[in-house]
């Protein structure tokens, strides 16, 4: 096993900056999860990691090798691609095997191997088929078998399960989870779906244009995000945004005014102008509760006499939309909460939960 360090990495394709300057340090066994929109960089820096793509300057270091020159075999890593590719012509057998016997691996230490990774990825019964007679997930497992058999010093994923339907993903994200549970190994996973960057990771890196937005623990960079991309980027239903004003004494918000003392998420020190500042405001859907079911406190702030514009019932949860200023709020409520389009209703949020951003550059105040 092994670490990683990226030192500034920088990735031009002529003209064009893609990763613009990252720095990052992967712990032997850390599980990190590369997040973020199309374009951001995020498979380019692992093909950088896996040596598939040179970087412009800057140093990759594995264990204690700075690896910036030396060819992506003889870096010791495996690699799971979004197509699979996996070789048409070979059994899923030959797929799996091919690399231990291209480094002349003692045939019995493959075959121990061999029945080790079928047996944990249930491939028993399609080691002797063709890819062209898998389905879309057996492909996967094969993928996963041909890295996990090497039992390289790191695994890289890109985007594994992007082409499997959603029951589908949701089964392989918790086999990919239980595979580095067992193995322990150092593996960075790229994907733009939060839910798996959520699920799967240690550590959550969020790029965004080239640059890395926020790193940090799944719960970190859902509790406290840095700015607004990162807080509707990583959360699903997104962060509500809303635009507010905030004063010395307290935040108003389309009206309500909740008390500063109790805004215990907000640093902002600086005078602010009698006039007050303005500023957006962050609340999570989730961090929504019917007052019917939840006491109010000193803690808590009540938005009281909303008018609900629109339901969407989501089995155990339903979502409820309603109007704060000019911005739609959406909150999700569990299945205690009776309401009908048109009624009215009040909701608490704790004061700690709000998040306050200025309101040019968006970071967190």
């Known amino acids: 096993m092994a670490s990683i360090k990226l030192k500034n990495i920088i990735k031009n394709y002529d003209q064009t900056k893609v990763v613009k300057g990252i720095d990052l340090e992967i712990n032997d066994g850390e599980f990190v999860v590369l997040v973020g929109p199309s374009g951001c960089g995020k498979s380019t820096t692992l093909r950088m990691i896996a040596g598939l793509e040179q970087a412009t300057s800057g140093d990759i270091i594995i264990g204690d090798r700075v690896v910036n020159d030396i060819e992506p075999q003889h870096r010791n890593i495996a690699m799971v691609f ?11 057998r030959e797929n799996i095997v091919f690399a ?3 480094l002349k691996v003692d045939e019995k230490e493959v075959q121990r191997r061999l029945a080790e990774v079928s047996e944990m990825l249930q491939l028993d019964e399609l080691l002797d088929r063709k890819p062209a007679d898998l389905s879309g997930g057996q492909r996967q497992r094969v993928a996963m078998g041909r890295a996990i058999i090497r039992e390289a010093d790191v695994f890289l994923f890109d985007e594994p399960l992007s082409n499997l339907d959603a029951k589908l993903r949701a089964h392989m994200r918790t086999e990919i989870g239980k595979i580095h549970n067992k193995f322990g190994r150092t593996s960075v996973y790229v994907t733009h779906d939060q839910v798996e960057a959520m699920t799967l990771a240690d550590k959550v890196v969020v790029l965004h244009d080239g640059y890395i937005a926020q790193a940090g623990t799944p719960m970190e960079i859902y509790l406290n995000p840095v700015n607004i991309f990162v807080a509707q980027f990583i959360g699903s239903p997104s962060m509500n945004i809303v635009k507010g004003t905030l004063f010395n004494h307290y935040l ?7 008390p500063r003392e109790n805004l ?3 640093t902002y020190q600086e005078n602010i102008p009698e006039h007050g500042l303005d500023v957006k405001v962050g609340i999570r859907p989730d961090f929504f509760n019917d007052k019917n079911f939840f006491a109010e406190t000193d803690a808590t702030f009540n938005f009281s006499d909303l008018s609900i514009d629109l339901i969407e019932p989501m089995g155990f949860d339903k979502e409820v939309l ?13 299945l205690r909460s009776e309401i009908a389009r048109g009624d009215k209703m009040d909701l608490l949020v704790e004061l700690s939960r709000i ?9 967190r105040l």
């Open 252 to 258: 108003e918000i389309a009206g309500y005014r909740l």
């Open 100 to 102: 231990l016997r291209r």
């Open 264 to 266: 215990s998420s907000v």
């Open 355 to 363: 998040l306050i951003f200025d309101k040019e550059t968006e970071q």
């Open 322 to 334: 309603f109007n704060l200023g000019e911005a739609t709020i959406k909150a999700r409520l569990d």
């Open 82 to 92: 979004q197509n699979y590719a996996l070789y048409p012509h070979k059994s899923v």
